[in-house]
Structures are given as C-alpha cells and as structure tokens.
Antibody, heavy 125, light 113 residues
Framework: QVRLQESGPGLVKPSETLSLTCTVS????????WSWIRQPPGTGLEWIGY???????DYNPSLRSRVTMSVDTSKNQVSLKLSSVTAADAAVYYC???????????????????WGQGTLVTVSS | DIVMTQSPDSLPVSLGERVTINCKSS????????????VAWYQQKPGQPPKLLIY???TRESGVPARFSGSGSGTDFSLTISSLQAEDVAIYFC?????????FGGGTRVEIK
C-alpha cells in the first residue's frame, strides 16, 4: 500500500522560506508525477505544481516565482520550497501521486488517487 | 486557467434523499484522442485529505460505494449520491487534470437537514 507522509516545520516566519518533504513508502517515486497542493484553513484546494521523477517540473504561474521542487530518488522523497512567505501562504500542504499515461504519443496526467495526510504550516513572527 | 465552478456551495439533505452537485468548467476538458473527460470528484471530511471518488468524469474508484456516480462531458459535470448516508457528510470538490495549472472547484458542503 502506497503511503505519503509530509513533514517539515509547522511554523515559518514571514519573508522566510517554507521547506517541506514528502516521503513515499510502499512504492517508488520513479515514473510518477508528484503534486503539491495546499488548502488554507476552511477554504478550497490550490495546486502548487508538480515534479516528475526525472526532475521535470511545472509550477502554478501564480506561485512560480517563489516555488522550487526537487526529487531524491535514493531517499524516495520529493521536496517543496516556497520562498518569501506571507500570511497568505498559511495552509495545510499535501503531496499527491499523479500517474501518467501515453495517449497517441502525448503524456497525459491521471487522477491523483494517493494523498498524504497533509501538514499544517502557520506563518507568524 | 480552467476555472471550475461548483454549485451549490452548501446542500442540506435528508438521509436517504438524492444529492446532485454540479460543476462547470470554463473550457472543455474532453480529450478528443481518447474521448475521455479529465475530471475527478473528491470527498473531504474534517481533518482528512481529499479522497478520490470518481475519475474520467464517470469511473468510480475501487472501493467507492455504488451510490456515488459521476456524469457529464465537455464542460458540464455532476456528482450524484443516490441515497444520502450519514457517513457522506463532507465537502465535495470537482477537479480538472486536463491542462496545467490543475484546478479545483470551490467545494460543496453536504450536510444533514
């Protein structure tokens, strides 16, 4: 059974960098996209971006200037860094596994069926 | 960006009644090469991550009760719970995974009347 576990500081100061790790167990990070999604308290879901196991990334344009994702296949982990945080970045952060499939030579995403439990990040001095 | 607009925001329903949640996408999410709609529905309960219920607009995820069904194509989609059970109280989100940035609907809160 695939399990995803997010970890990282629960409190980040304004203007600093938020750093989170998603550790994958029961499966490999290889050959999947790994999405980061966040959810401010009491509100909806926002896709931050994803990274493929090869290192290819695609970020939400709304956050692109502040986001960096990386993958460590030897540790079976993916990581998220979000710089210059403000109160608006306070949220529960989830990682999710996104399979892909080839359709007439084009890579298409599949639905994210495995999600971590999420980790709450508060932004405060 | 593809905007996913869900309605209603909140839905009080009696146990055993039928529930229908609507989701409209600002652009078609139907891929002509495989005739699939890249829409999923998730259920989220307090303190839990979203749980996948439906993918490709109408395919039920393994283990999801048959009372949950999805329908629609192109830009208009629906999630139906045929007979509401107490354990179905949750927030439901639609989601398009056709084009990045991936986007979600605002959510519909289903509660017991």
């Amino acid at each position: 059974q695939v399990r995803l576990q997010e970890s990282g500081p629960g409190l980040v100061k304004p203007s600093e960098t938020l750093s989170l790790t998603c550790t994958v167990s029961g499966g490999s990070v290889n050959n999947y996209y790994w999405s980061w999604i966040r959810q401010p308290p009491g509100t909806g879901l926002e896709w931050i971006g994803y990274i493929f196991s090869s290192g290819n990334t695609d970020y939400n344009p709304s956050l692109r200037s502040r986001v960096t994702m990386s993958v460590d296949t030897s540790k079976n982990q993916v990581s998220l860094k979000l710089s210059s945080v403000t109160a608006a970045d306070a949220a529960v952060y989830y990682c999710a596994r996104v399979p892909v499939e080839k359709v007439r030579g084009l890579t298409m995403l599949r639905e994210a069926s495995y999600w971590g439990q999420g980790t709450l990040v508060t932004v405060s001095s | 960006d593809i905007v996913m607009t869900q309605s209603p925001d909140s839905l009080p329903v009696s146990l055993g009644e039928r529930v229908t949640i609507n989701c409209k996408s600002s652009h078609s999410v139907l891929y002509s090469s495989n005739n699939k709609n890249y829409v999923a529905w998730y259920q989220q309960k307090p303190g839990q991550p979203p749980k996948l219920l439906i993918y490709w607009a109408s395919t039920r995820e393994s283990g999801v009760p048959a009372r949950f069904s999805g329908s629609g194509s192109g830009t208009d989609f629906s999630l139906t719970i045929s007979s509401l059970q107490a354990e179905d109280v949750a927030i439901y989100f639609c989601h398009q995974y056709f084009i990045t940035p991936l986007t979600f609907g605002g959510g519909t809160r289903v509660e017991i009347k």
